[in-house]
Nanobody, 123 residues
């Protein structure tokens, strides 16, 4: 079992920066494809940035060039550096990972989710 906890959300003006962090605990060796999703008010949850199985990173077109995903494996942490923030970036940001093991009793590929952290960008 894996538990994800996000931090770093808050209120920032357009053009500003914010850094989100997600710490994984539990069976961290089974964590794979870590990344971030977000959900704006009255909209569906969407991918922001995530690691792929080969270690590359996929970004949403709307954030590419502004957001940077990184990880610190020693600290079981993944971070999202968000620069040049826009009001349309406002939403609840969720840390996400998949279960990457086959012998833990949890289905391979099952999703883990953090509780979410609010990001609000004012115009």
């Amino acid at each position: 079992q894996v538990h994800l906890v996000e931090s770093g959300g808050g209120l920032v003006q357009a053009g500003g920066s914010l850094k989100l962090s997600c710490v994984a605990s539990g069976d961290t060796i089974c964590v794979a494809n870590m990344g971030w999703f977000r959900q704006a008010p009255r909209k569906e949850r969407e991918l922001v940035a995530a690691y792929t199985p080969d270690g590359s990173i996929v970004y949403s077109d709307s954030v590419k060039g502004r957001f940077t995903l990184s990880e610190d494996n020693a600290k079981n942490t993944v971070s999202l550096q968000m620069n040049s923030l826009k009001p349309e970036d406002t939403g609840v940001y969720y840390c996400n990972a998949q279960h990457g093991c086959y012998d833990s009793g949890i289905e391979h590929g099952a999703d883990y989710w953090g509780q979410g952290t609010q990001v609000t960008v004012s115009a």
